[in-house]
């Protein structure tokens, strides 16, 4: 398909022939598409830069005719001249919010699916601020609000200096009605609130400007992020001896190293959805010893909790039964 010459458009295939040439050396890509104005307008641009485009379209099948949904993203896309297109049907269910169970039905979907190819989403500039915003809200320090990365294999993200605005303007180019998404206008979910509320108010009251800036500072923070990861792990390999960790010698880094230090053997030995009050108190352990108990993390099982504990200079970590809790 040969695409018009618009404004939109050509801001849009810049970014994505930008994001091919920097991570993916042969350009053929799966683009996850949901019907809507962003994934579409990324499903042409991908398709007018790289060399073939599959869809992977996840029908999540909470609200009724979200068959029908995804079969008219299936026809769009072929329109639009993709490879191929294939619907998955997922069953949401687990703990915690709709929005975190769907979101990991659908990567588990598209991952299981995409082959050996990385998988491009259309999360644009907008979608970063309020990535942002909520990693604010959260308050657990600088890696909470470095937003989204443009490849964190096998996902990419080329649109993130993008404003919807563009992408919207593109599918109006190309003359597609995009599918609008019921819960994209439901207030009950707390980045709607960001998007129509929250965002629109920051705008007014700063002057402008405000998405652009909490990009840019989410890029700012992963650039110096990087560098802090590399230093960690030189010091974990210091450490980290026998699974476990020498605490003398890990009590002279800086804090930012140290609990970086503590965060990533914490994950390699079963931590899960550690929080920032987790890291400090486990932190404690080794700047603050005063002959303390362990600390519970997540990652145990309905019967046993894990636990982090010092004994002889050295943390380690193993599961305590939770009726002797």
């Known amino acids: 398909m040969l695409l018009p010459e618009t404004a939109a458009l050509l801001e849009l295939r810049l970014a994505v022939r930008a994001w091919l040439r920097r991570h993916q050396s042969h ?14 307008a990324l499903t042409a641009a991908a398709v007018a830069e790289a060399e073939s485009v599959d869809a992977l379209i996840v029908d999540h099948r909470l609200q009724e005719g979200s068959g029908d949904v995804a079969r008219a993203a299936a026809d769009q896309a072929l329109s639009l001249g993709v490879r191929s297109v294939q619907v998955l049907a997922v069953d949401v269910d687990g703990s915690g919010s709709l929005e975190a169970a769907a979101r990991d039905a659908r990567y588990r979907a598209l991952d299981g699916a995409r082959g050996d190819l990385p998988v491009l989403l259309g999360h644009t500039l907008d979608d970063q601020a309020e990535t942002v915003l909520l990693g604010l809200a959260r308050g657990s320090g600088g890696r909470s609000i470095q937003g989204m990365q443009a490849c964190d294999y096998p996902w990419g993200r080329p649109l993130l200096g993008v404003r919807r605005s563009v992408t919207r303007a593109a599918c109006v180019d190309l003359s597609i009605t995009p599918w609008e998404d019921p819960h994209n206008t439901n207030d009950e979910f707390t980045r709607v609130r960001l998007r129509h509320e929250a965002l629109p108010l920051l705008e007014e009251i700063l002057g402008g400007g405000v998405a652009e800036a909490l990009a840019r500072t989410a890029a700012q923070l992963r650039e110096d992020g990087e560098v802090l990861d590399e230093r960690a792990a030189t010091v974990r390999g210091l450490v980290v001896v026998d699974g476990g960790v020498e605490v003398a010698t890990l009590a002279d880094s800086a804090s930012a190293i140290r609990r970086r230090v503590i965060r990533s053997w914490l994950r390699d ?52 039964d939770r009726r002797r809790v």
């Open 269 to 320: 030995r079963g931590a899960k959805a550690l929080t920032d009050k987790q890291l400090r108190a486990v932190d404690a352990l080794v700047t603050d010893w005063r002959g303390q108990g362990g600390v519970a993390i997540g990652g145990g099982t309905p019967e046993a909790r894990l636990v982090v504990v010092r004994r002889r200079g050295r943390l380690t970590v193993g599961f305590e």
């Open 27 to 40: 350009g053929t890509v799966v683009v996850a598409l949901s019907g809507g104005a962003d994934s579409l």
